[in-house]
């Protein structure tokens, strides 16, 4: 079956597991597009098996484009470039290898070693010197996500993030992208001569991996730990050409959510991360595929705030509950001192505005190292949470009732069930 991933569907649409499809079955995806122009993409979404069919190959663009966007005249055609980013591993033969550390490989999630950019595994794209390019970014992997620069220090110029064009370029020195998270690039190599070569890398960065199970992460046979740093993808710019698009110093109308239209303004829903038994949970549950609680009951036509928090990955222990922050927490941490480990928060059906994005309990060589690389502007569906920190996001839910997802995007997790239904009714 089929997610829409960012896409505003009903929930017979949606791709939700209970409506998966059996070998040798068909069932019709129909529904009218009612996003703003952004960069979605589409993938599986079975219980138990995303992460595999992903792994190999079930996943896709789907660029959604309108009025608004076209009166830009952004670049188009052969100057809209997809690049999507996936990691992977090889074994002598040149086959896939999946998980083949098992559970240590559920627990903190694949990493493979080779980098694919649109499935090719020579990280090329052949570019025009003195052209304007729009380069479209989605992180496809299952659980690798990166800290992306020009390696010359030239800064990444944002222009869309998720499910919506910002509302002015974000002029960033690295960004920070997610599991499942998608940006927009504008490239400019007006003044790049015919023959020279860009390259882009992913920085160094602490993950947050500390306990110890976390500590042996992208470890052992991995040349490319999380977090290290490697070569992502050369631009040769080998040929030359014009085009007349320039950046637009204005793009599109944000129209953020007001917090004060929130049914719960003063008292957001909380949706906590954490380890608790050897399973990853969200408020210490786990997935039912038609289950769900009073906590994830929404009514149609309201906006509510949400906050995520990512707890560190804490293992629960059996002893009491204490208070600590206004929050609930075991007063026991896994020994070892947690296994600390970021999430992607993923919402099917809406897009949201980030309102805050608290750091206060992120460790401070993690913050130092990823700081600069957030953009909390525009319309977005999945945002990265490193251990500790909380975000803080509005939403509204409008136009379909039914039962939809949520859920962590590290496809490992979400198939150990680090995944919840929420109802609109």
Known sequence: MVHWHGMHVPEEDDGHPKDVIANGETYVYEFEIMNRAGTYWFHPHPHGRTGPQVYNGLAGLFVVTDDEEQRLKLPSGEYDVPVVLQ????????????????????????????????????????????????????????????KLAWEDGTPLVIIGKDGSLLDSPKSKPYVMLGVAERIDVWLDLKNRPQGSQM????????????????????????????????????????????????????????????????????????????????????????????????????????????????????????????????????????????????????????????????????????????????????WQDTVLLMPGMSVKLIMRFEDFKGLFLYHCHNLEHEDMGMMRNFKIE
């Open 87 to 146: 990691d992977r591993q090889f074994d002598n033969n040149n086959q896939l290898v999946y998980l083949n550390r098992g559970r240590m490989d559920r627990m903190n999630g694949f990493l493979g070693n080779r980098i694919l950019i649109n499935g090719n595994p020579d990280m090329k794209l052949s570019l025009k010197s003195g052209c304007a390019y729009r380069l479209r970014f989605l992180n496809g992997s299952n659980s690798r996500f990166y």
């Open 199 to 378: 390259i882009m890398k992913s920085l160094s960065f602490s993950p947050g991996m500390m306990g110890m199970m976390g500590g042996m992460m992208g470890r052992g046979r991995n040349n490319l730990p999380l977090g290290s740093t490697y070569e992502i993808l050369k631009i040769n710019i080998d040929k030359t050409g014009s085009n007349d698009f320039e950046l637009p110093q204005r793009l599109a109308e944000f129209n953020k959510l007001d917090p004060a239209t929130a049914v719960n303004r003063n008292n957001p829903r909380t949706f906590r991360f954490f380890m608790r038994r050897m399973q990853w949970t969200i408020n210490g549950r786990t997935w039912e595929m038609t289950g769900f609680t009073d906590e994830e009951t929404v009514k149609l036509n309201t906006t509510e705030v949400w906050e995520i928090v990512n707890s560190g990955g804490r293992m629960m222990g059996e002893r009491g509950w204490r208070r600590d922050r206004g929050e609930m927490e075991r007063d026991r941490g896994m020994m070892g001192g947690g296994m600390q480990m970021p999430h992607p928060f993923h919402i099917h059906h809406l897009q949201f505005n980030i309102l805050e994005r608290d750091v206060s309990g992120v460790d401070s060589r993690i913050w130092n190292s990823v700081k600069d690389g957030f953009i909390d502007e525009g």
